[in-house]
């Protein structure tokens, strides 16, 4: 039995490897689509978005 640890040990190394190199790779493959995304859609205008203003009557935030 202890004959067939190291092909085990080997194989598993084996498979770690392929499993990090394919964990990379959709890494990748995410960041690169979301990045894209991000860099299509419109800048939002601060300025432009109203300003909430707490109403002393019923204590909530109103836009201004």
Do not use: C, F, H, Q
């Not at 202890?2 to 092909?7: D, G, M, N, R, S």
């Not at 499993?19 to 995410?30: D, K, L, T």
């Amino acid at each position: 039995m202890p004959i067939a640890v190291p092909p085990l040990m080997v194989l598993a190394a084996l498979g770690a490897v392929v499993i990090g190199r394919w964990a990379v790779r959709e890494y990748r493959r995410i960041n690169t689509e979301l990045d894209a995304r991000k860099m299509a859609r419109e800048p939002v205008d601060r300025w432009r978005l109203p300003t909430l203003r707490r109403d002393p009557v019923s204590g909530e935030y109103r836009p201004r």
